[in-house]
């Protein structure tokens, strides 16, 4: 059983909003993602996570270190917010900075019976389903006390299903929306949504 755990997946980006596949690259907060930002870090004040009762950390990725600025000012965390390269969203090899409607017309498109997470994973030159997993399984290893992560869509998946003892036949049983909070406590997994 691991400590509780918040898992936030980064606002959206300018990216995100065209569709811009992004992988490791590096895209910043669009309007939409600093409001998401910040309501995710009123939430978490609302639940009352402060540095006192959890840390924080962060992938290293521009978009998700912004969106980490905002939670770091609610819980009292000084700057600069800590950083952990494995929480970087997976490499998505020979399709990062394509569009994603692009690779539809071309045929590369989501195929039936296929998460999201397969599709990506099919990039060529993607880093594979097993070095992804274990990135994860190492970031997670390192959390010793109650703690707020700032990550990725598909690193947050990932993540979270191990946190919960799952299996990889289970990595797409978990959302990843933008905007919600995930917390598991005691094995128990909650979405936290500010606008719901």
Not at 61 to 72: D, H, I, P
Not at 139 to 144: G, H, N, S, T, V
Not at 146 to 158: D, E, F, K, R
Request: net charge negative.
């Amino acid at each position: 059983m691991y400590p509780e755990i918040y898992v936030l997946r980064h606002g959206q980006t300018h990216w995100n909003a065209v569709r811009r596949i992004q992988g490791q690259l590096e895209s910043h907060l669009n309007e939409t993602g600093h409001r998401q930002a910040a309501a995710m870090a009123d939430l978490l004040e609302t639940e009352g996570v402060t540095a006192k009762t959890h840390a924080l950390i962060s992938s290293p990725l521009k978009r998700a270190r912004e969106t980490a600025a905002y939670v770091a000012a609610a819980m009292g965390v000084p700057a600069p917010v800590a950083t952990d390269d494995d929480l970087k969203e997976l490499y998505m090899g020979d399709w990062q900075d394509l569009m994603y409607d692009d690779l539809t017309a071309a045929g590369q498109g989501l195929r039936e019976g296929e998460t999201h997470l397969d599709w990506c994973l099919r990039a060529p030159g993607a880093e594979t389903r097993q070095a992804f997993w274990d990135r994860a399984g190492r970031a997670l290893a390192r959390i010793e006390v109650p703690t707020v992560i700032v990550c990725h869509g598909l690193l947050s998946q990932v993540l979270r299903t191990q946190a919960m003892g799952w299996g990889m036949d289970r990595l797409g049983d978990l959302p990843a929306r933008q905007g919600d909070i995930y917390r598991i406590r005691d094995g128990v997994h909650h979405v936290l949504s500010p606008d719901r």
